[in-house]
Protein backbone atom coordinates (compact mmCIF):
# COMPACT_ATOMS: atom_id res chain seq x y z
CA UNK A 1 0.00 0.00 0.00
CA UNK A 2 1.68 2.82 -1.48
CA UNK A 3 2.25 5.47 1.11
CA UNK A 4 1.36 3.76 4.57
CA UNK A 5 3.74 3.14 7.09
CA UNK A 6 3.96 -0.64 7.32
CA UNK A 7 3.51 -3.28 4.35
CA UNK A 8 0.50 -5.11 4.30
CA UNK A 9 2.28 -8.64 5.15
CA UNK A 10 3.68 -7.92 8.39
CA UNK A 11 0.15 -7.27 9.57
CA UNK A 12 0.10 -10.71 10.40
CA UNK A 13 3.07 -11.15 12.70
CA UNK A 14 2.85 -7.57 13.88
CA UNK A 15 -0.77 -8.52 15.47
CA UNK A 16 0.19 -12.15 16.15
CA UNK A 17 3.33 -10.91 17.94
CA UNK A 18 1.69 -7.86 20.42
CA UNK A 19 -1.45 -10.48 20.96
CA UNK A 20 1.24 -12.92 22.44
CA UNK A 21 2.92 -10.37 24.33
CA UNK A 22 -0.21 -8.99 26.33
CA UNK A 23 -1.22 -13.05 27.16
CA UNK A 24 2.34 -13.94 28.25
CA UNK A 25 2.54 -10.80 30.18
CA UNK A 26 -1.20 -11.09 31.79
CA UNK A 27 -0.28 -14.86 32.30
CA UNK A 28 2.64 -13.18 34.23
CA UNK A 29 5.09 -15.55 32.71
CA UNK A 30 8.81 -13.95 33.29
CA UNK A 31 10.67 -12.87 30.40
CA UNK A 32 9.31 -14.47 27.61
CA UNK A 33 7.12 -11.88 27.17
CA UNK A 34 10.07 -9.43 26.94
CA UNK A 35 11.60 -11.68 23.88
CA UNK A 36 7.56 -10.88 22.57
CA UNK A 37 7.90 -8.08 22.88
CA UNK A 38 11.10 -7.49 21.00
CA UNK A 39 10.02 -9.34 18.28
CA UNK A 40 6.88 -7.24 17.82
CA UNK A 41 9.33 -4.41 17.57
CA UNK A 42 11.03 -6.27 15.16
CA UNK A 43 8.31 -6.39 12.95
CA UNK A 44 7.54 -2.98 13.15
CA UNK A 45 10.85 -2.26 12.11
CA UNK A 46 11.61 -5.00 9.32
CA UNK A 47 8.20 -4.45 7.67
CA UNK A 48 8.49 -0.56 7.38
CA UNK A 49 7.09 1.28 4.60
CA UNK A 50 8.44 5.02 4.23
CA UNK A 51 6.88 7.28 2.04
CA UNK A 52 9.26 8.14 -0.92
CA UNK A 53 9.52 10.16 -4.03
CA UNK A 54 12.38 10.06 -6.55
CA UNK A 55 14.93 12.84 -5.80
CA UNK A 56 15.40 12.95 -9.36
CA UNK A 57 12.50 13.61 -11.96
CA UNK A 58 14.47 13.32 -14.93
CA UNK A 59 12.58 10.49 -17.09
CA UNK A 60 16.23 9.69 -18.50
CA UNK A 61 17.71 8.06 -15.19
CA UNK A 62 16.54 4.91 -13.59
CA UNK A 63 16.31 5.14 -9.55
CA UNK A 64 17.18 1.78 -7.49
CA UNK A 65 14.39 -0.95 -7.05
CA UNK A 66 15.55 -1.81 -3.52
CA UNK A 67 17.42 -0.63 -0.41
CA UNK A 68 20.72 -2.13 0.35
CA UNK A 69 24.34 -2.79 -1.11
CA UNK A 70 25.58 -3.19 -4.69
CA UNK A 71 27.22 -6.45 -4.31
CA UNK A 72 27.84 -6.80 -8.21
CA UNK A 73 27.79 -4.94 -11.77
CA UNK A 74 27.87 -6.88 -14.78
CA UNK A 75 27.47 -6.68 -18.86
CA UNK A 76 25.92 -9.90 -19.92
CA UNK A 77 23.24 -11.15 -22.56
CA UNK A 78 19.49 -10.89 -21.32
CA UNK A 79 18.26 -13.25 -24.01
CA UNK A 80 14.50 -14.12 -22.45
CA UNK A 81 12.93 -10.71 -21.65
CA UNK A 82 14.73 -7.98 -22.84
CA UNK A 83 16.49 -10.31 -25.91
CA UNK A 84 19.83 -8.05 -26.33
CA UNK A 85 23.01 -6.94 -23.96
CA UNK A 86 22.50 -5.40 -20.96
CA UNK A 87 23.99 -4.45 -17.70
CA UNK A 88 23.14 -6.35 -14.63
CA UNK A 89 23.39 -4.89 -11.05
CA UNK A 90 22.71 -6.70 -8.23
CA UNK A 91 21.29 -5.01 -5.07
CA UNK A 92 21.75 -7.15 -1.42
CA UNK A 93 19.00 -6.24 1.06
CA UNK A 94 19.91 -7.44 4.80
CA UNK A 95 17.95 -7.84 7.30
CA UNK A 96 17.83 -4.13 8.67
CA UNK A 97 16.79 -2.42 5.09
CA UNK A 98 13.34 -1.59 4.13
CA UNK A 99 12.28 -4.86 1.88
CA UNK A 100 9.75 -3.01 0.10
CA UNK A 101 10.65 -3.22 -3.62
CA UNK A 102 10.04 0.26 -5.94
CA UNK A 103 9.79 0.58 -9.48
CA UNK A 104 13.03 1.95 -11.02
CA UNK A 105 11.36 4.04 -13.88
CA UNK A 106 7.62 5.11 -14.98
CA UNK A 107 6.08 2.65 -17.37
CA UNK A 108 4.45 -0.07 -18.14
CA UNK A 109 3.90 -3.07 -16.34
CA UNK A 110 4.57 -6.07 -19.58
CA UNK A 111 5.58 -9.33 -17.90
CA UNK A 112 5.49 -10.59 -14.33
CA UNK A 113 6.28 -14.04 -14.44
CA UNK A 114 7.12 -16.34 -10.95
CA UNK A 115 9.84 -19.37 -11.38
CA UNK A 116 9.90 -21.54 -8.19
CA UNK A 117 13.31 -22.66 -7.01
CA UNK A 118 15.68 -23.50 -4.05
CA UNK A 119 16.43 -20.97 -1.15
CA UNK A 120 20.39 -20.96 -1.19
CA UNK A 121 22.16 -17.46 0.28
CA UNK A 122 21.73 -14.67 -1.77
CA UNK A 123 25.47 -14.44 -2.42
CA UNK A 124 25.81 -17.96 -3.76
CA UNK A 125 26.92 -17.86 -7.49
CA UNK A 126 24.29 -18.49 -10.00
CA UNK A 127 21.09 -17.50 -7.30
CA UNK A 128 19.47 -15.63 -9.79
CA UNK A 129 18.88 -18.93 -12.24
CA UNK A 130 18.46 -21.38 -9.15
CA UNK A 131 16.23 -19.58 -6.85
CA UNK A 132 12.86 -18.75 -6.29
CA UNK A 133 12.46 -15.77 -8.40
CA UNK A 134 9.81 -12.94 -9.71
CA UNK A 135 10.62 -11.18 -12.98
CA UNK A 136 9.17 -7.72 -13.54
CA UNK A 137 9.37 -6.33 -17.20
CA UNK A 138 9.05 -2.64 -17.15
CA UNK A 139 8.57 -0.91 -20.70
CA UNK A 140 9.67 2.92 -19.91
CA UNK A 141 8.10 5.89 -21.87
CA UNK A 142 11.03 6.15 -24.32
CA UNK A 143 9.87 1.94 -25.16
CA UNK A 144 12.87 0.67 -23.39
CA UNK A 145 12.75 -2.60 -21.15
CA UNK A 146 13.90 -3.05 -17.83
CA UNK A 147 14.07 -5.86 -15.72
CA UNK A 148 13.67 -6.33 -12.21
CA UNK A 149 14.30 -9.74 -10.60
CA UNK A 150 13.31 -10.41 -6.94
CA UNK A 151 15.14 -12.92 -5.66
CA UNK A 152 14.99 -15.40 -2.25
CA UNK A 153 17.25 -15.89 -0.25
CA UNK A 154 17.89 -18.81 2.45
CA UNK A 155 15.75 -16.73 4.86
CA UNK A 156 13.63 -15.16 2.26
CA UNK A 157 10.49 -17.76 1.80
CA UNK A 158 7.82 -15.65 0.14
CA UNK A 159 8.16 -12.86 -2.78
CA UNK A 160 5.27 -11.02 -3.03
CA UNK A 161 4.44 -9.13 -6.51
CA UNK A 162 2.26 -6.11 -5.94
CA UNK A 163 1.59 -5.13 -9.67
CA UNK A 164 0.25 -7.23 -13.10
CA UNK A 165 0.64 -7.17 -16.76
CA UNK A 166 -1.09 -4.35 -18.63
CA UNK A 167 -0.93 -2.17 -15.32
CA UNK A 168 0.70 1.38 -15.65
CA UNK A 169 3.46 2.26 -12.91
CA UNK A 170 5.21 5.24 -11.49
CA UNK A 171 8.41 5.84 -10.72
CA UNK A 172 9.15 5.09 -7.33
CA UNK A 173 5.82 3.13 -6.70
CA UNK A 174 6.12 0.31 -4.82
CA UNK A 175 6.12 -3.25 -6.82
CA UNK A 176 6.51 -5.99 -4.38
CA UNK A 177 8.28 -7.48 -1.00
CA UNK A 178 10.83 -9.96 0.00
CA UNK A 179 10.90 -11.30 3.49
CA UNK A 180 13.27 -11.48 5.30
CA UNK A 181 16.19 -10.00 3.52
CA UNK A 182 17.45 -10.95 -0.13
CA UNK A 183 18.58 -9.89 -3.00
CA UNK A 184 16.88 -7.83 -6.22
CA UNK A 185 18.46 -7.47 -9.94
CA UNK A 186 17.95 -4.79 -12.49
CA UNK A 187 18.74 -5.09 -16.18
CA UNK A 188 18.72 -2.32 -18.38
CA UNK A 189 19.89 -0.90 -21.66
CA UNK A 190 23.68 -0.57 -21.99
CA UNK A 191 23.72 3.15 -23.29
CA UNK A 192 22.54 3.98 -19.27
CA UNK A 193 25.88 4.97 -17.78
CA UNK A 194 26.16 3.43 -13.83
CA UNK A 195 25.88 6.23 -11.28
CA UNK A 196 26.79 3.75 -8.59
CA UNK A 197 29.75 1.48 -7.74
CA UNK A 198 30.25 -2.06 -6.16
CA UNK A 199 29.51 -1.78 -2.40
CA UNK A 200 27.96 1.68 -2.64
CA UNK A 201 24.61 1.94 -0.31
CA UNK A 202 21.29 2.63 -2.26
CA UNK A 203 17.75 3.61 -1.00
CA UNK A 204 14.93 2.45 -3.47
CA UNK A 205 12.77 5.25 -4.88
CA UNK A 206 15.66 7.80 -4.20
CA UNK A 207 19.12 6.57 -4.98
CA UNK A 208 19.92 7.53 -8.99
CA UNK A 209 21.71 3.97 -10.44
CA UNK A 210 22.29 4.78 -13.60
CA UNK A 211 21.22 7.49 -16.45
CA UNK A 212 21.11 7.73 -20.26
CA UNK A 213 23.04 10.01 -22.07
CA UNK A 214 26.07 10.86 -20.14
CA UNK A 215 28.96 9.96 -21.84
Known sequence: MRGFPIAREGYAYITLSLVFTVV??????????IISFIFFLFCLYFFRNPLRYPSVEDKDTLISPADGKVIEIKEMEEGEFLKEHATRLSIFMSLSDVHVNRAPCEGMIK?????????????????????????????????????????????????????REGMGINKGEPIGIIAFGSRVDIYFPKHYKIMVSLNSKVKAGITVIAKKGVL
Open 24 to 33: LFLLKIPIVP
Open 111 to 163: KVVHRDGEFALAFKKDIEKENERNYILIENNNNEKILVVQIAGFLARRITSYV
